[in-house]
Nanobody, 115 residues
Framework: QVQLVESGGGLVQAGGSLTLSCEAPGIGFSLGAMGWYRRIIGKQREELVASINRRGSTYYIDSVKGRFTISMDNSKNLASLQMNSLKPEDTAVYLC????????WGQGTQVTVSS
């Protein structure tokens, strides 16, 4: 069974940085695009934060542009999200999945940014 495993979250002060990692054994991210999503308490659906396709083209929502960087290592089925200049409104559970999301969601990794 496909399992997505996210890691790297934590508690940081505003302005701090974190690097999230996504392991996806058995998934060929190279076959398409993948994305980092976040689930904010009180909202029902995951929000796409950033995505990258097999050509390396990236997309970011406006609120994270210039602060977050998505990358993918197809040979290792690994994806990363470098997050800089974090803000309290970035607080959420962060998850990875294909774009659009197709696989069962993993547990995600909690990111908490204190003011």
């Amino acid at each position: 069974q496909v399992q997505l495993v996210e890691s790297g979250g934590g508690l940081v002060q505003a302005g701090g940085s974190l690097t999230l990692s996504c392991e996806a054994p058995g998934i060929g991210f190279s076959l398409g695009a993948m994305g980092w999503y976040r689930r904010i308490i009180g909202k029902q659906r995951e929000e796409l934060v950033a995505s990258i396709n097999r050509r390396g083209s990236t997309y970011y929502i406006d609120s994270v542009k210039g602060r977050f960087t998505i990358s993918m290592d197809n040979s290792k089925n690994l994806a990363s999200l470098q997050m800089n200049s974090l803000k309290p409104e970035d607080t959420a559970v962060y998850l990875c999945n294909s774009l659009p999301p197709f696989y069962p969601w993993g547990q995600g990794t909690q990111v908490t940014v204190s003011s």
